[in-house]
C-alpha cells in the first residue's frame, strides 16, 4: 500500500520533502546540542566549584557549544536556502529577522566568555592560577545572559513554522 502511494508521488516533491525533513532534524539536534552545552557552562562556571578540573572542562565545553552554534548557522542558512518555504518566504518576515538578529547577538556575547576559557586554561596549565571569583562571576554573568536570550528563539520559531 505504502509502495503504491509512494509511486503516485514525482521523485522531485520527495527529494524536496526529504531535504527538509534532513534539514530540520539537523538543525533541531545542533540547536538542543547547543543549549546542552550552554548549560553545563553556566552550571560549571561557579567560584566555589572552580578548580584545575573545572577549567579544563569548561574550555571543551565551550568548544562543543560553539560547534554546535556553528551548526546551527549552517544549517538554518541551508534551511534559508534549500528549504520548503524558500528565502523568498524568509526574506519578507520581519519575524525570520528578529530571530536571525537574537541569534547573532548571542553569538556576540558568547565571544568574550570564549576567549576568557580559553585564556583561564591556558593560564591554568602554564601556572597553576585559577581565575579569580569576581571574574568567574561576571564571566557566568554573560553565559546567563546568552541563555535568557534563547529562550526567546524557540518561541520565533514556532511562529515561524505556522507563518507568521
Known amino acids: ?18 531535504t527538509e525533513v534532513v534539514l530540520a532534524y539537523l538543525h533541531l539536534i545542533a540547536i538542543l546540542t547547543m543549549t546542552v552545552f550552554l548549560s553545563a557552562e553556566v552550571a560549571l ?3 566555589a566549584w572552580m ?19 556553528l551548526t546551527v548557522l ?4 541551508a534551511r534559508f536556502a534549500l528549504g ?4 523568498e518566504w524568509y526574506v519578507h518576515n ?4 528578529v530571530k536571525v538578529t537574537l541569534f547573532v547577538v548571542m553569538l556576540v556575547l558568547s ?15 602554564g601556572t597553576g592560577v585559577l ?22 528563539l524557540p518561541l520565533l520559531g514556532v511562529l515561524l513554522a505556522r507563518g507568521y
Not at 8 to 14: K, L, N, Q, T
Not at 84 to 87: F, I, L
Not at 111 to 125: D, E, F, G, K
Open 94 to 97: 520581519p519575524l525570520f529577522h
Open 111 to 125: 565571544v568574550r566568555p570564549s576567549i576568557t576559557l580559553a585564556r583561564w586554561r591556558r593560564t591554568q596549565a
Open 131 to 152: 581565575p579569580p571569583a569576581p571574574e568567574v562571576d561576571a564571566t557566568r554573568r554573560r553565559m546567563f545572559w546568552t541563555a535568557h536570550l534563547m529562550l526567546v
Open 74 to 77: 549552517a544549517t538554518g542558512l
Open 45 to 47: 562556571c561557579r567560584p
Open 51 to 69: 578548580n584545575a578540573a573545572v577549567v579544563q572542562r569548561l574550555a571543551r565545553v565551550d568548544l562543543i557549544y560553539m560547534g554546535a552554534a
Open 1 to 18: 500500500m505504502l509502495a503504491a502511494r509512494q509511486s503516485r508521488v514525482p521523485a522531485c516533491i520527495c527529494i524536496s520533502i526529504m
Open 84 to 87: 520548503a518555504k524558500g528565502w
